[in-house]
C-alpha cells in the first residue's frame, strides 16, 4: 500500500484550516493524509479532526521548534494565522516567520499562505484618504500578512500565496448579519458605496486550497484569489429578503462612519472595506471567479450559502 503524503495544516481548528481537513479526509481516493496543528488537541474541535482521522498534535505558531516538530516529516504545509485573537501585527508578522523558518528547515516540498494585500503598496503612510493605525499601518490585520510574505520568498520556501476573501460566514460569527436599523428595519452595514465586495463561503476555501495541493507544482510561486460571488450591498440585502422571508436593506455609511462604531477593529475593518471600496476594480480582478470554480467545482454562490445556513442566522424582532 502506498504511504500517503503529509499535509501539515496550520490553524486546523479554524475556518480555513477546518475547510482543508474536512476537504483531505473527505476524499476516499486521496493521496494525502492529514496532521492537525493546535494548541490544544483535547479541545472539541481538534477532538473531532481526530474522529475524521485526522493525526492531531499541538503546535505553537509562537513557538518555532514546535512548528518544526509539526512540519517534520511532512510533504506539504497550509499556514495561516488569526489576526483577531491577538490583534498585533507584530505578533502576527513574528507567527508567519516562525512558519517559514520551519517549512525551511525541514524541507516542506509546497506551502500554500493565507496572506492578503498590504495595502501601503497602493497608499503611503502619510495618504489622508484614510487614516494611518498603530504608527505603521493602513489596514494592520492585511497589511502584515501582506508584508510576511517576503519570509516565504526570502527563504526560497515553494509557496502558492493564496488571496482569500470576505467570510459569509461573518454573518454567523462576527456580528455582521441582518440588525435593527436607525428606523427599526433590518439592515446589513458595510461602508462600500455601490462597489461589489468579494465573499466566499470559509469551507468553500479549503476546497480550494485542496486542489492547489493536488495540483503539484502548477501553482507553486503564483498568486491565486479565490471567491464565490462579487456582490453589491443591495445584492446581498436582496439575497437575505428573499431566502429569509423578511426586508433586509443595505445600511451604506461612510468608512469613517464604520471607523467609529466603537466595536474592537472597527478602525481596521473600516479602512479595510474603504480599501476595498476605492481599489475595487484591482481587488475584484485579483479574485477569479472563474478559476475558484476550477479549483473548486461545488464553489458556493451567496444564494446557496444562504439558504444551507439560514437556521443559524440570528434575526432580532423588528418592533
Given at each position: 500500500?502506498?504511504?500517503?503524503?503529509?499535509?501539515?495544516?496550520?490553524?486546523?481548528?479554524?475556518?480555513?484550516?477546518?475547510?482543508?481537513?474536512?476537504?483531505?479526509?473527505?476524499?476516499?481516493?486521496?493521496?494525502?493524509?492529514?496532521?492537525?496543528?493546535?494548541?490544544?488537541?483535547?479541545?472539541?474541535?481538534?477532538?473531532?479532526?481526530?474522529?475524521?482521522?485526522?493525526?492531531?498534535?499541538?503546535?505553537?505558531?509562537?513557538?518555532?521548534?514546535?512548528?518544526?516538530?509539526?512540519?517534520k516529516g511532512a510533504h506539504c504545509a497550509f499556514c495561516v494565522t488569526f489576526f483577531w485573537e491577538h490583534m498585533s501585527p507584530e505578533k502576527e508578522l513574528k507567527q508567519a516567520e516562525?512558519?517559514?523558518?520551519?517549512?525551511?528547515?525541514?524541507?516542506?516540498?509546497?506551502?500554500?499562505?493565507?496572506?492578503?494585500?498590504?495595502?501601503?503598496?497602493?497608499?503611503?503612510?502619510?495618504?489622508?484618504?484614510?487614516?494611518?493605525?498603530?504608527?505603521?499601518?493602513?489596514?494592520?490585520?492585511?497589511?502584515?500578512?501582506?508584508?510576511?510574505?517576503?519570509?516565504?520568498?526570502?527563504?526560497?520556501?515553494?509557496?502558492?500565496?493564496?488571496?482569500?476573501?470576505?467570510?459569509?460566514?461573518?454573518?454567523?460569527?462576527?456580528?455582521?448579519?441582518?440588525?435593527?436599523?436607525?428606523?427599526?428595519?433590518?439592515?446589513?452595514?458595510?461602508?462600500?458605496?455601490?462597489?461589489k465586495l468579494p465573499g466566499i463561503a470559509a469551507e468553500d476555501i479549503g476546497k480550494c486550497v485542496y486542489t492547489l495541493f493536488n495540483k503539484g507544482d502548477e501553482y507553486i510561486g503564483k498568486t491565486v484569489g479565490v471567491a464565490g460571488e462579487h456582490l453589491t450591498g443591495h445584492q446581498m440585502a436582496d439575497s437575505f429578503s428573499r431566502t429569509l422571508g423578511v426586508d433586509v436593506l443595505y445600511n451604506e455609511i461612510t468608512p469613517e462612519e464604520y471607523r467609529g462604531l466603537g466595536f474592537p477593529g472597527a478602525e481596521d475593518l473600516g479602512n479595510m472595506f474603504q480599501f476595498k471600496r476605492d481599489f475595487n476594480e484591482e481587488f475584484c480582478k485579483a479574485r477569479d471567479l472563474k478559476l475558484s470554480k476550477k479549483l473548486n467545482l461545488e464553489l458556493q454562490t451567496f444564494d446557496q450559502w444562504l439558504a444551507k445556513n439560514k437556521s443559524l442566522i440570528v434575526i432580532p424582532k423588528v418592533a
Open positions: 500500500m502506498k504511504t500517503k503524503k503529509i499535509i501539515a495544516v496550520a490553524g486546523a481548528t479554524g475556518a480555513q484550516g477546518g475547510g482543508l481537513v474536512r476537504a483531505i479526509m473527505n476524499d476516499p481516493n486521496t493521496e494525502f493524509t492529514v496532521r492537525a496543528l493546535t494548541r490544544n488537541k483535547h479541545s472539541e474541535k481538534a477532538q473531532s479532526l481526530n474522529a475524521l482521522g485526522a493525526e492531531v498534535v499541538e503546535a505553537d505558531l509562537d513557538d518555532v521548534e514546535s512548528l518544526k516538530q509539526a512540519f516562525n512558519m517559514a523558518e520551519a517549512a525551511r528547515s525541514t524541507g516542506i516540498k509546497h506551502v500554500v499562505w493565507s496572506t492578503l494585500e498590504d495595502t501601503r503598496n497602493w497608499m503611503s503612510l502619510d495618504d489622508k484618504r484614510m487614516p494611518t493605525l498603530m504608527s505603521k499601518y493602513k489596514v494592520p490585520h492585511t497589511d502584515a500578512k501582506g508584508e510576511s510574505n517576503r519570509f516565504f520568498i526570502e527563504k526560497g520556501i515553494p509557496t502558492t500565496f493564496l488571496l482569500t476573501s470576505f467570510y459569509w460566514d461573518n454573518f454567523i460569527d462576527f456580528g455582521m448579519g441582518p440588525q435593527p436599523g436607525p428606523d427599526g428595519r433590518l439592515v446589513i452595514t458595510f461602508p462600500m458605496g455601490d462597489k
